[in-house]
């Protein structure tokens, strides 16, 4: 369990807690870090940018009461800097803010800046990578999107890759590339190959009974077995 994985470099597999069983979120949150995830990805979705609605700053809270590790924030909503405050307050690590949601991407990397956390930009599998370049030099990380946002459980696009590769041409060594849709032991090292540091994984890894077992299957894609 990470509590900044930027002193590491190397691939960090990343649970994302929209998957899990939320009847019991802290144990479930102890069983995925306990069988191997090295930190927390948390979606928020706000029904207006995709069409779904998980959580906000009250279930944040919780799993940061749940867990001291990094959590990485994926705001999948329409108005990123109206509530990083309260994120950042409810134990946000870092805050990923989507590059179609705003008006000015550099601007809003600024803003949630000033919050003192980590920041990220991300873009959906439609969007041309170009629309990073502007703010590339403000942010920590970059998060391609393998699938459209909304929902665990689908299909990975592989015709993101090449996203990856010209993202990843352009970062500094002290910034990460994120990966995050329908990772699964088979395609993992697919996305490794195109550079991705970090994998984020909710239904390959909360939907199995044997957590351990799925974070061992992953890592073994990982290393192409
Ligand atoms: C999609 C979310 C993803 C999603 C991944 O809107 O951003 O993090 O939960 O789920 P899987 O790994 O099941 O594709
Ligand atoms: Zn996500």
């Known amino acids: 369990m990470l509590a900044d994985p930027y002193a590491n470099t190397g691939p960090m597999i990343l649970p994302s807690i929209l998957s899990a069983d939320f009847t ?3 144990a479930e949150i102890g ?3 306990a069988a ?11 029904g207006h940018f995709a069409p779904n609605i998980s959580f906000g700053p009250h279930v944040i809270e919780a799993a940061r009461r749940a867990t001291p590790c990094y959590l990485d924030c994926h705001l999948m909503i329409t108005d990123p800097v109206r509530y990083a405050d309260a994120m950042v307050k409810a134990g946000a690590s870092s805050l990923t803010f989507h590059v179609e949601a705003v008006d ?42 393998s699938v459209v946002p ?12 090449p996203k990856c ?14 990966i ?27 939907d199995k ?6 974070v061992a299957d992953l890592r073994r894609g990982l290393a192409g077995g």
């Open 36 to 46: 191997g995830g090295d930190f927390l990805h948390c979606d928020v979705l706000d």
């Open 209 to 214: 009974p044997d957590r351990a077992a799925a």
């Open 150 to 161: 909304g929902f665990s459980g689908q299909q990975f696009m592989p015709e993101v890759l």
């Open 31 to 33: 069983d995925v870090l």
């Open 180 to 206: 995050d849709g329908g990772i699964k032991p088979a395609n993992i090292r697919r996305a490794a190959d195109a550079g991705v540091d970090w994998f984020v994984v909710a239904s390959a890894i909360f």
């Open 24 to 26: 019991k979120l802290g």
């Open 165 to 178: 590769e010209a993202v990843k041409r352009r970062l500094r060594p002290d910034q990460r590339l994120e």
């Open 104 to 145: 000015d991407p550099a601007a809003t990397a600024r803003e949630l800046r000033k919050r003192g956390c980590r920041v990220g930009v991300t873009l959906r599998p439609a969007t041309p990578v170009e629309a990073v370049w502007p703010v590339l030099d403000l942010v920590d990380l970059v998060l391609v999107m």
